[in-house]
């Protein structure tokens, strides 16, 4: 090893006996935790006109969510069937605080939700509020008591209380600070004064929007709107700012929204909620940890298949005994979000089929990644190609095998099959139709055949300019470029587009993009993919009903292609969204992205690696052999990468 220095491992792990086997791995899920946040792809408009929303709060249990709407001064009550989802939201009810204040911006509730507490930008006062049944605005009153920040705030953005109401915060952009205040009654602002005890947040951003405490209070998370991120403090003493100091760990949730407002957790933190001002949308967020302790009192080797991202693997010996000469641990890399727009990446690795047509369009592969497919407008010819390695593009080859489509279209804009291979389906654009062929081998175009079967989608959109279809193929999906609508269709035979009739539902995508040239799903359905010519970007669409567009809605989440092709033609994905392929006729190239988020690894920073450096997390579809050796009995670990990536 490059050092060896001994070392003490965290906790301390005492001599023990040397067992074979299998270990137990202990498995403890930490909240709160922005180091491995994560997008949901979980997002719920509440825009109604031009209302503009500063704040979000839950009560206990998560069956309630309350919104600040600050142009009208009115918080508004919804009603969650499944708590702390979102997607089950219905409203309620709603309760106006102008009387009192002129500009809403946050609001709080005490512990058992009979007291309500709002603080705006007009008064630079928090008012309190009775409310007779808990959490339940209908009955709401003025209690005519207030408390003024004016002294320390001017322009409050969000008010806070610790667990048992004797502390009170107050963030603000007058001087980017927290400020605490002291209530020698809990939950009575008639009795608060200020600590004198304040927090400045100016290093990490100069705009913020929101305060948040973990359950203990002894970390602080603060919502800065300047760089669209939430950041991470730590504080020695529990709900007590003045002993604050910066993790220097922070999230950036620019993606779904350039000016963030708000955040607010579930109960044990394993969720974070974030309130868009731009989007008027709130935005779901992973933030929960894993610890894995490898307990060598029951093994020597340890087997670890993340379901989360993992904060910290650690060693323990509860059970000492003996003597520990070593143990090894078997570390799976597996894909923790797939069809992830939000860190989806492009791996700098691309295809060229212009040897075959230099006017490329659409693009499909076989089920199992081996097999891929390109149609060329120049030619009015689909082409087969082999994949040595499934599902990467830079090991394709033409099999000198093409099918022609010329006698149906002889401009071909895009192309799909069915589930199994048996049938493809071609759209063109000179006669606006899809057309059905037969493949009597699946997936092999030497032995493709013309049905004579044919739909004609002109009546919804005279271009139509790629199709798609649900697993069953009782569904068929057509987008055109003319209405920038995507339209569904039923066909009453599997996949036998001459018994197609359209549903009458459509969902249009202008506001995303006015040139959509392709469309397709996730594998269940319940997610839609755009991709756009005119901002040559990807758009993600949520459909609370498995492929029904009625149901469909913008995730406000994209991603840009723009740095490969500028007009980006075609897209699809593998076969488990790990990996997305546009094809570009701006460059006649296919590129391949990943769109799956690994688990994230740390150790124990008491383990001492080679050169100083733990190792990183193991590929997705990999296995990383890590031993751990004792030269002591078992008082010091040294922890090495015996084997990167087997397979």
């Given at each position: 090893m ?9 906790n ?11 270990g ?14 994560s ?7 509440i ?8 704040d979000i ?5 998560g ?12 918080i ?22 102008s ?53 320390e ?16 915060y107050?963030?603000g ?9 002291t ?7 008639s009795t ?13 951003d100069?705009?913020l929007?929101?305060?948040a ?6 970390i ?14 730590s ?5 007590d ?7 220097s ?36 967020y992973?933030?929960?940890?894993t610890?894995?302790?490898?307990d060598?009192s ?91 390695t ?7 080859s ?23 291979g048996?049938?493809?389906y ?36 005279a ?25 569904q ?9 001459s ?19 392709a469309l ?18 990807v758009?993600?669409?949520?459909l ?67 050169g ?36």
């Amino acid at each position: 090893m490059s050092n060896n220095k001994d070392f003490k491992v965290k906790n301390g792990i005492q001599p023990t006996v040397y067992h074979e086997g299998l270990g137990t791995v202990v498995s403890v899920s930490v909240g709160y935790s922005l180091a491995g946040a994560s997008y949901d792809s979980v997002s719920v408009s509440i825009s109604t006109g031009t209302n503009q929303y500063n704040d979000i709060t839950f009560n206990n249990d998560g069956t309630k969510l309350f919104t600040a709407d600050g142009s009208l001064n009115r918080i508004r009550e919804y009603s969650l069937s499944t708590a702390f989802d979102l997607t089950t939201r219905t409203y309620v009810t709603l309760f106006s605080v102008s009387s009192q204040e002129g500009t809403l911006q946050s609001i709080a509730f005490n512990n058992d939700g009979t007291k309500l507490y709002v603080v705006g930008l007009n008064e630079d006062t928090v008012f309190q509020y009775t409310l007779s049944t808990a959490f339940d605005l209908s009955t709401a009153s003025y209690d005519s008591v207030s408390f003024s920040i004016a002294s320390e705030e001017t322009l409050p953005t969000c008010v806070r209380f610790n667990n048992d109401g004797t502390k009170m915060y107050i963030l603000g952009n007058s001087n980017d600070t927290v400020f605490q205040y002291t209530l020698s009654t809990a939950f009575d602002l008639s009795t608060a004064s200020y600590d004198s005890i304040n927090f400045v947040a100016s290093a990490q951003d100069t705009t913020l929007g929101a305060v948040a405490f973990n359950s203990d209070g002894t970390i602080m998370y603060i919502l800065g709107s300047l760089n669209d991120s939430v950041y991470q403090y730590s504080l020695s003493t529990a709900f007590d700012v003045g002993t604050a100091s910066y993790d220097s760990i922070s999230f950036s949730v620019g993606v779904q929204d350039s000016s963030p407002q708000a955040i607010a957790f579930n109960n044990d933190g394993s969720k974070m909620f974030l309130l868009g001002y731009s989007t008027k949308t709130i935005y779901q967020y992973s933030t929960a940890l894993t610890t894995k302790t490898l307990d060598l009192s029951t093994g020597s080797v340890f087997e670890v298949t993340p379901t989360s991202d993992i904060h910290q693997v650690t060693l323990s010996n509860p059970a000492a005994s003996g003597t520990v000469s070593g143990a090894t641990l078997l570390l799976d890399g597996v894909a923790l979000v797939t069809y992830d727009l939000t860190n989806a990446v492009y791996d700098s690795v691309s295809f060229n089929p212009s040897s075959q047509d230099s006017a490329t369009a659409g693009l499909a592969f076989n089920n199992d990644g081996t097999k891929m497919y390109m149609v060329g407008v120049t030619t009015d010819t689909v082409y087969q190609y082999s994949l040595s390695t499934a599902f990467d593009v830079s090991t394709a080859s033409y099999d000198s095998v093409s099918f022609s489509v010329a006698s149906q279209d002889t401009t071909p804009r895009d192309m799909t099959f069915n589930s199994d291979g048996t049938k493809m389906y071609i759209v063109g654009s000179v006669n606006d139709t899809v057309f059905q062929y037969t493949l009597s081998t699946a997936f092999d175009l030497s032995t493709a055949s013309y049905d004579s079967v044919s739909f004609n989608p002109s009546s919804q959109d005279a271009s139509p300019n790629d199709i798609a279809f649900n697993n069953s193929g009782t569904k068929m999906y057509i987008v055109g470029i003319l209405t920038d609508t995507v339209y569904q269709y039923s066909l009453s035979t599997a996949f036998d587009v001459s018994t197609a009739s359209y549903d009458s539902v459509s969902f249009s995508v202008a506001s995303q993009d006015g040139t959509p040239y392709a469309l397709t799903f996730n594998n269940d359905g319940t997610k839609m993919y755009i991709v756009g010519g005119t901002n040559d970007t990807v758009y993600q669409y949520t459909l609370s009903t498995a492929f029904d567009l009625s149901t469909a809605s913008y995730d406000s989440v994209s991603f840009s292609v723009a740095s490969q092709d500028t007009t980006p033609y075609s897209i699809d994905f593998n076969n488990v969204g790990t990996k997305m392929y546009i094809l570009g006729i701006g460059t006649d190239n296919i590129y391949q992205y990943s769109t799956a988020t690994p688990a994230t690894i740390t150790y124990d920073t008491a383990i001492e690696w080679p050169g100083g450096t733990a190792p990183t997390s193991p590929a997705i579809g990999e296995t990383d052999v890590v031993t751990f050796n004792t030269r002591d009995g078992g008082s010091t670990y040294q922890g090495v990468l015996a084997i990167d990536g087997a397979q």
